[in-house]
């Protein structure tokens, strides 16, 4: 069963992220953040069950609960010899990412919770100076933005800012966030793709709101500005704005550049074939184990 830790756990996450950071910008990036978000919690699912599988080889291996539920311990324990530290260490991970994925879940919970549901939902505009704009989902969502954001930019600027903040909406982009977050909480090495799916996210929303304004112009402008006015601010840490080859700086300067075409099939299926290969290790990971414990039953 090492091999099948040494794929699921210890190489692929690495390798989805090397993947991601070669292809990303180079597909589409609302299919590129469909695509990469449940690779990557396909990823981190198969890795937390590989965990899991030896975590349960660690404890078959332990005499008393061998005696006590019939089999063998030492013919268990004989299955990873030269390399006994792995069922403990997947033990040790998987209880700790059990943790963090819990810890994860119960904080999403708790900001949806938070969500209202019951009023209209629409536009909301709040009296403060400092400049915020965001989405809120719902059934239906909100699109929030104070008074001190409005009041920097131009009417045009404006809808452009709407656009955007309903096109995170209209295509539920608060479901591949979250997705996304627990399988980092899942699997740390997934860091990056997270985050990337976080900037996939933003360009997704930048080409359906330039769609619908029919100019992209108008809605780099508006990115910039808004960036710009929040650069200082506590809440628009995640914006980079100031930063050379930063997360707005790279969606403006793809808004001024025509539409790209859409690239090769293949590019989409390169990180869902690595997810899949995930998937069938695991599948023998799982038929290993039982063997093990029908032999183990003799």
């Known amino acids: 069963m090492f091999d099948h830790f040494l794929w699921s756990v210890v190489v692929v996450p690495p390798l ?22 449940w690779s990557a919690v396909v990823v981190a699912a198969t890795s937390m ?3 899991l599988l030896l975590a349960a080889h660690a ?3 332990i005499p008393a609960i061998g005696h ?7 013919v268990v324990a004989a299955d990873t010899a030269g390399v006994e530290w792995v069922p403990w260490l997947s033990l040790a991970l998987f209880s700790g990412a059990i943790v ?11 900001i949806l919770a938070m969500v209202p549901v019951d009023e209209a939902g629409g536009l909301v505009v709040l009296p403060d100076e400092a400049p915020r704009a965001f989405a809120v989902p719902g059934d239906p969502g909100h699109v929030v933005v104070t008074t001190g954001m409005r009041g920097l930019l131009t009417d045009q600027q404006f809808e452009a800012l709407l656009a955007h903040e309903n096109a995170h909406l209209a295509e539920r982009h ?30 997704a929303a930048d080409e359906r709101a330039a769609a619908d304004l029919g100019s992209r112009r108008t809605l780099a402008h508006a990115i910039g500005v808004a960036a710009l006015a929040g650069a200082g601010s506590p809440f628009a840490a995640a914006l980079h704005a100031a930063v050379p080859g930063g997360v707005v700086p790279r969606r403006v300067a793809h808004l001024l550049r025509p539409q790209p075409r859409a690239a090769p099939a293949a590019f989409v299926l390169l990180p869902a074939l690595i997810a899949l290969s995930s998937v069938v290790w695991t ?5 290993d184990l039982i063997e093990l414990m029908v032999s183990a039953w003799r």
């Open 16 to 37: 989805a992220v090397l993947i991601v950071r070669l292809l990303a910008d180079r597909i589409a990036p609302g299919r590129a953040a469909f695509v990469v978000t």
């Open 49 to 51: 069950i590989n965990l």
């Open 59 to 61: 404890l078959a291996q």
């Open 68 to 74: 006590l539920f019939g089999w063998s311990a030492a």
């Open 100 to 110: 963090s994925v819990s810890r994860r879940w119960r904080r999403q919970r708790k």
């Open 174 to 203: 608060h479901r591949l966030a979250r997705a996304a977050e627990l399988a980092v909480a899942a699997h740390p090495a997934l860091w990056w793709v997270g985050k990337h799916v976080d900037y996939l996210i933003e360009r």
């Open 283 to 287: 599948g023998e990971a799982t038929l």
